[in-house]
Nanobody, 121 residues
Framework: QVQLVESGGGLVQAGGSLRLSCAAS????????MGWYRQAPGKQRELVAT???????NYADSVKSRFTISRDNAKNTVYLQMNSLKPEDTALYYC???????????????WGKGTLVTVSS
């Protein structure tokens, strides 16, 4: 079984910073893309940032220049450094990873349960 566990969420004032972490564990043969998505109350889940296994990154326009995604392949962990946070960044943040659990298996998407980020004005 594969698990993704997020950590690092919390309450922060506008302009502050938080760092999210997401560790993948279990039966893992390889991990391709990893990323962060978020869902605010009453809204659909949206992409925040993704990173390939060779470090190519992609960001939503709303977070460019404020958020940085990175990963440690040796630890099967992806990070999201969030600076200059705004109240509109308040959401449940989900980790996503495309994981192949074994050499004979196809890769598929796995999701964490989410970590809440609340930015007060």
């Amino acid at each position: 079984q594969v698990q993704l566990v997020e950590s690092g969420g919390g309450l922060v004032q506008a302009g502050g910073s938080l760092r999210l972490s997401c560790a993948a564990s279990g039966s893992i043969f390889s991990i391709n893309d990893m990323g962060w998505y978020r869902q605010a109350p009453g809204k659909q889940r949206e992409l925040v940032a993704t990173i390939t296994n060779v470090g190519t990154t992609n960001y939503a326009d709303s977070v460019k220049s404020r958020f940085t995604i990175s990963r440690d392949n040796a630890k099967n962990t992806v990070y999201l450094q969030m600076n200059s946070l705004k109240p509109e960044d308040t959401a449940l943040y989900y980790c996503n990873a495309q994981i192949k659990p074994g050499v004979l298996f196809k890769g598929r998407d796995y999701w964490g349960k989410g970590t809440l980020v609340t930015v007060s004005s």
